[in-house]
């Protein structure tokens, strides 16, 4: 396994559609396995393979409870709204609040190349909708409605 570096929003790649995964091999489970690596290491919750410069449909998410790999993952059903806060490793230190799906289910492959199907409530469904929307080439920034600023909530 190795770190990738991740790549920031002035990158072009961000903004461009993943192609599919054709065939789930020893190649793109090495590719997850490293994007879980980097994940790791920069204490994020989120990463899909365009933010290590790849245009590939691949997402690994860790909430704290194992690793989730999905490969060629699509939102299938979504229900309820909350409002959010999210950030994000391609674009440091930039916080905002938009609405997101309560709930939502995804289905993919998993690392084998197995169909899988997750449903994800809360927080989950938020890095769900986050994730695949990298591969789509949207940011979360394009569904911001407001900014927050961060730095006044660590002095005391």
């Not at 790549?7 to 789930?24: A, F, G, N, W």
């Not at 590719?31 to 393979?49: C, I, N, S, V």
């Not at 939502?104 to 809360?122: Q, R, S, W, Y």
Request: aromatic share 4%; net charge negative.
């Amino acid at each position: 396994m190795a770190l990738r570096e991740i790549v920031l929003y002035t990158d072009p790649i961000l903004r461009k559609k993943s192609r599919e995964v054709l065939e789930v091999n020893g190649r793109i489970r090495e590719l997850l396995y490293d994007m879980a690596e980097t994940l790791d290491h920069a204490k994020g919750r989120g990463l899909a393979a365009c933010q290590v410069g790849i245009l590939k449909r691949l997402v690994v998410i860790d909430m704290g409870d194992g690793l989730i790999q999905l490969v060629n993952p699509t939102i299938i059903e979504t229900s309820g709204t909350q409002e959010v806060l999210e950030g994000c490793l391609s674009i440091p230190n930039k916080v905002g609040k938009l609405k997101r799906p309560q709930k939502v289910t995804v289905k993919a492959l998993n690392e084998k190349g197995e169909p899988i199907m997750l449903t994800g409530e809360d927080e989950l469904a938020k890095c769900f909708c986050h994730e695949i929307d990298h591969l789509d080439g949207i940011l979360y920034t394009d569904k911001v409605t407001e900014y927050v600023d961060l730095s006044q909530s660590d002095k005391k």
